[in-house]
């Protein structure tokens, strides 16, 4: 049971990471050295990246109103943060060659130390 509890928390997470990472996909091309106004928001807001980022945040939620249902809220949401970084850290440096530092590494690894205590403590 727990490791279905698990399943669920990643596959939020990954659902919130992808989202966020389409949604940077399409923030970011097709405007470049434009300066952004309102009347880029529709040309924006219809573009597919966009739309599929708006629709996995759509699949995050279900998915995390059901992690809600079956696990402490002290224990899934530090869980759900930590793996957050993770990916999103991982998703800016393969998609947009994002530098990762040590430091950067270290504060996950510390984040993820922090989520193991709260969860067995």
Request: aromatic content about 10%; proline content about 3%; hydrophobic content about 60%.
């Amino acid at each position: 049971m727990i490791a279905a509890k698990i399943i669920l928390v990643l596959l939020a997470s990954l659902s919130a990471a992808f989202g966020n990472t389409l949604l940077k996909v399409g923030a970011s091309h097709g405007l470049e050295g434009e300066e952004f106004t309102l009347r880029h928001l529709p040309r924006t807001f219809l573009k597919p990246a966009i739309i599929g980022g708006i629709a996995l945040y759509g699949i995050q939620q279900l998915l995390w109103i059901t992690v809600l249902r079956v696990m402490d809220l002290s224990v899934a949401y530090p869980l759900m943060i930590g793996l957050n970084f993770s990916f999103i850290m991982a998703a800016a440096w393969l998609y947009f060659k994002e530098p990762v530092s040590a430091g950067r590494l270290a504060g996950v690894v510390m984040i993820f130390a922090g989520v193991l205590t709260i969860a067995t403590g």
